[in-house]
């Protein structure tokens, strides 16, 4: 299986967290989220750890973590776990 449409990640260069781009995960749509990023917030959402995810994905742990950083910084989410919820609430998982 390849993965398609990977997060691209954006520098910080003060060190600062980014603001998220909407509040917790309003309006959120299958469309924003890559096929990796699903199968992601899958494994989170039952409870798999990043080094687990990454073994069954056949990834680096790396790209696990830039990933779940990305959604939940994109959604404005503290956790990957929120944005698995979210995710789930709505279908999309």
Do not use: Y
Not at 37 to 53: K, N, Q, T, Y
Not at 70 to 75: I, K
Not at 81 to 93: D, F, H, K, L, P
């Amino acid at each position: 299986m390849s993965w398609h449409g990977s997060i691209g990640t954006s520098a910080h260069t003060d060190g600062a967290r980014p603001l998220p781009t909407r509040a917790r995960g309003a309006a959120m749509r299958r469309e924003e989220f890559s096929d990796l990023d699903l199968v992601i917030l899958r494994l989170v959402a039952e409870g798999h750890a990043i080094d687990s995810i990454a073994r069954e994905l056949n990834v680096s742990a790396r790209t696990v973590r830039r990933h779940t950083h990305a959604m939940r910084d994109r959604f404005g989410a503290r956790a990957p776990i929120q944005v698995a919820v979210w995710a789930a609430r709505r279908g999309i998982i």
